[in-house]
């Protein structure tokens, strides 16, 4: 049934006088404030009056009384209630680590087992190193040729602008003396262009160079190739000192999924090799649903409970609360809210794995007025307490606060010790009507 169908047909119960008919105009009155109401709340109203309605049409048929109602009354006595939010959810180490390995190598040993408790670059586990080996003695290869055709060129660009700024001077004074010559006449012109261009040349060689703080040296090309190589020579060193599987963190193993004999990078269902969690604190992670994590704030203790308590409860303290929402699912358009709950004893019997249920007050009345959520009776006008003085209904108007699962707080200036009401009341009472009244015992 849906919550729309649920409230239409609790709605029109709620409306009969006790004789199965409908009450008319008085039905939507009576029902003022209905969908502000929490789905818990309706259900125990509901209950009451369907209990109520069975009663009077069983009283009716039976007489008696003169026809008045029976009743059973109750005293208005104070107490605590409490508002409070559960919800279960999964317990787990507070840091948690899978370790994997991208290496396509057989495993040779496995060094610990679930259960052992391990530290931050403890060694879990040795691969076959050769193949890895190899990779890194190419590379090293690779990487040295690559250094020693870049000091070759580096030679080569040094002998080769000395000899073209040789070249140049030797034009230059060549140049130099055929233009005094041709000055006075002992050269001839064609002689002179000759050597001029002899001189460009020359210095067309000079300029070819790659000059670096005004001295030659290799291409840039052979830069590169030389941060190539070192680039993968160190990737395969990382590669050979991965064959060493190390844990990230301190904690514990709670998990292995390979065994020897089989390749790092081949666990089965793309599981980790090692789960790592930090067991030293436990937390819970629940989904606070968007309707009541307004209530909900950081620094809130919380009770937990769980099977392997055996009864006993353990302290949470609420630690985060996500900034942004996500999907309950399962078809549901209401949106959740991920929480962490740290656990507070560091000695606890909860265990990682397991599923806990946490008990959150979200708030608390002491030392107030609390009746039954049934004992509550919607009219025109407000909400009401029916209140029974020498067998006539008197309606005390109150206001609500807050609700536990079966009890709320009301307030109201009628409200005094001493006061008896009716704690299932019928829906149909009115203020001044006469009923039999009987004190519960």
């Known amino acids: 049934m849906t919550d729309q169908e649920f409230e239409k047909g609790l709605a029109e119960l709620m409306a009969e006088d006790g004789t199965g008919k409908k009450k008319g105009k008085k039905k939507s009155g009576k029902l003022k404030g209905w969908k502000n109401w929490s789905r818990r709340r309706k259900i125990v109203v509901g209950v009451v009056a369907v209990a109520a309605a069975l009663f009077v049409v069983m009283k009716m048929k039976g007489g008696g009384n003169d026809g008045a109602v029976m009743v059973s ?33 057989e495993i040779l040993e496995i060094l610990v087992k679930e259960g052992d408790k391990v530290t931050a670059g403890q060694v879990l586990a040795r691969l076959d190193s050769e193949d890895v080996q190899k990779e890194v003695e190419i590379a090293q290869n690779s990487y040295n040729l690559a250094v020693a055709e870049r000091n070759e060129a580096q030679l080569q660009a040094e002998i080769g602008y000395a000899k073209a700024r040789q070249d140049e001077l030797a034009a230059k004074r060549d140049y130099d003396r055929k233009a005094m ?225 079966v009890e709320v707080e009301v307030k109201g200036d009628g409200l005094t010790e001493g006061l008896f009401y009716i704690a299932s009341p019928m829906a149909f009472l009115e203020d001044g009507m006469t009923v039999a009244a009987s004190p519960v015992q």
């Not at 070819?208 to 190539?228: M, V």
């Open 73 to 105: 009354t109750v005293p208005l006595e104070k107490g605590d209630v409490e508002e409070v939010l559960s919800i279960s959810g999964p317990v787990s180490g507070t840091d948690s680590a899978e370790v994997v390995s991208r290496l396509h190598a």
């Open 181 to 405: 010559l041709y000055a006075g006449g002992d050269v001839s012109q064609m002689e002179l262009e000759a050597a001029r261009d002899v001189l460009a040349e020359a210095s067309r060689q000079v300029s070819a160079f790659h000059l670096q703080g005004g001295k030659p040296a290799a291409n840039e090309s052979y830069d590169l190739r030389i941060r190539n190589a070192e680039f993968e020579l160190e990737k395969k060193k990382k590669e050979l000192e991965d064959v060493e599987v190390k844990s990230p963190i301190d904690g514990t193993v709670v998990r292995v999924n390979s065994r020897v004999g089989r390749f790092a990078d081949t666990v089965d269902d793309d599981r980790p090799l090692f789960v790592i969690d930090n067991l030293e604190k436990l937390e819970m992670k629940i989904n606070v649903s968007e309707y009541s994590i307004g209530k909900v704030k950081v620094g809130q203790k919380a009770e937990i409970s769980a099977d392997i308590l055996g009864g006993e409860t353990e302290e949470g303290l609420i630690t985060s609360i996500s900034p942004t929402g996500e999907e309950k699912g399962g078809g549901s358009t209401e949106r959740v809210i991920p929480t962490t709950i740290q656990i507070q004893n560091k000695n606890t019997k909860l265990i990682a794995g397991i599923t806990a249920r946490a008990q959150i007050v979200l708030n608390e009345s002491k030392d107030t007025w609390v009746v039954p959520m049934g004992a509550l009776i919607e009219k025109e006008g407000g909400t009401y307490l029916a209140s029974v003085e020498n067998n006539v209904v008197k309606m005390i108007p109150v206001e609500t606060g807050v609700e536990s699962d």
